[in-house]
C-alpha cells in the first residue's frame, strides 16, 4: 500500500503526517491519534493495515513529539488539551477531509478524541475509544491498585526511589518494567515499533512529564485531575470501545464511556493489556475494521 508524508505548518511548528491509501476513497479516512500525552505514531503503526478497500488511514506525530516539532522550552501551561485540539483541526483542514473523517484514539489519543467528539464536528462518522480512562482521578485510583498487586520488593524500590527524587535511576526503570509488562504490553521483549516510541519519549520527555508525570502510575502532571465523564453524553456518533483483559485501562477507567455516550459497543481483548493491537493485532484490527464497515 502506497503511503505519503507531509507537514502541516501551524502556529507553533510543523506536525508531520503519513496517509497510508487514497483520501479520495470511497470509504471515510481513518486517522489515529497516538498516546501519552508525548508518545509517537510509531506503537500504532499497525492501523496502517486498515488501509485499502476504499480507506485511507491517517496517522501523525502531535506537536513537541516524534518527526514534528519539538519545544522543549515551553512550560505547563502551553501543554494543553485546547492545544492539540487545534492541531488536529488544523491537520483534517490540511488534509481537505473535515467533512468525512473516522477517528480512532489510542489510551491518551482516545481521551483526545472523545473532547474532540464531544464539540459535535460536523465531518466526525465513527469513533474509536481505545484503551482510555474517563477520568484521571480513577486511572490514578486503579493504577495504584494493580501496583499494589506487584511483589513486595518492587512495590518498596518504586515507592523508595518516588520519595527520594530518583526515578531516572536504573533501579526505578527496571522495577517500572515489570509493571509495564503487566499491564501496558504483555509481549517481552517489547516490538520495536513500541520500542521506539518509548526511546522517543526518553530522548525527550517534555510532554509526557509535564501532563502525565514520569511513569504511567506516578501521575503527577497537569493531567491528572482531567475528566470528560460529565461530557460524553454529547458524544453523538457510533462509538467502539476497546480495551484488554490486563490493561492499566481498566473496566472502570472504560465503563463511564460505556454508561454515558448514547451509541457505543465495548469488546475487551482477553490476552490483551494496554495495547490489543500490537497484543493480538489481527484480533484487535479485524474488531475495528467490521465496526467501521458495519455501522
Excluded at 133 to 160: F, Y
Excluded at 239 to 259: F, K, M, N, W
Amino acid at each position: 500500500m502506497h503511503s505519503t508524508e507531509g507537514h502541516v505548518e501551524g502556529e507553533f511548528g510543523r506536525t508531520w503526517y503519513r496517509v497510508t491509501g487514497d483520501l479520495g476513497g470511497a470509504k471515510a479516512p481513518l486517522v489515529v491519534l497516538h498516546g501519552g500525552p508525548g508518545c509517537t505514531h510509531d506503537y500504532v503503526d499497525s492501523f496502517k493495515d486498515l488501509a485499502g478497500d476504499g480507506r485511507a488511514v491517517v496517522h501523525y506525530d502531535q506537536l513537541g513529539n516524534g518527526r514534528s516539532t519539538h519545544l522543549r522550552d515551553r512550560g505547563a501551561d502551553f501543554w494543553t488539551v485546547e492545544l492539540f485540539l487545534g492541531e488536529l483541526d488544523g491537520l483534517l483542514n490540511h488534509l481537505g477531509i473535515a467533512g468525512n473523517y473516522d477517528i480512532v484514539g489510542q489510551s491518551w489519543g482516545g481521551m483526545l478524541a472523545a473532547e474532540h467528539a464531544v464539540l459535535q464536528p460536523d465531518g466526525l462518522r465513527r469513533l474509536v475509544i481505545a484503551n482510555s480512562p474517563a477520568s484521571m482521578k480513577t486511572w490514578v485510583e486503579e493504577a495504584n491498585r494493580l501496583r499494589r498487586d506487584l511483589p513486595q520488593d518492587v512495590q518498596d524500590t518504586l515507592a523508595r526511589h518516588e520519595e527520594a527524587g530518583t526515578i531516572d535511576s536504573e533501579e526505578y526503570q527496571k522495577a517500572s518494567g515489570v509493571f509495564y509488562e503487566k499491564h501496558v504490553c504483555r509481549i517481552v521483549p517489547m516490538p520495536p515499533e513500541v520500542a521506539r516510541t518509548f526511546a522517543a519519549i526518553a530522548e525527550d520527555p517534555t510532554v509526557y512529564h509535564t501532563m502525565n508525570g514520569p511513569t504511567e502510575f506516578h501521575v503527577i502532571g497537569t493531567m491528572k485531575n482531567w475528566t470528560i465523564e460529565s461530557r460524553l453524553h454529547r458524544i453523538t456518533v457510533p462509538t467502539l470501545l476497546i480495551s484488554g483483559r490486563h490493561d492499566e485501562a481498566t473496566p472502570l477507567c472504560v465503563q463511564p464511556y460505556a454508561d454515558h455516550i448514547p451509541d457505543v459497543r465495548w469488546h475487551i481483548f482477553e490476552h490483551s493489556s494496554h495495547m490489543p493491537h500490537v497484543e493480538e493485532k489481527a484480533a484487535c484490527l479485524a474488531v475495528v475494521t467490521h465496526f467501521l464497515d458495519a455501522v
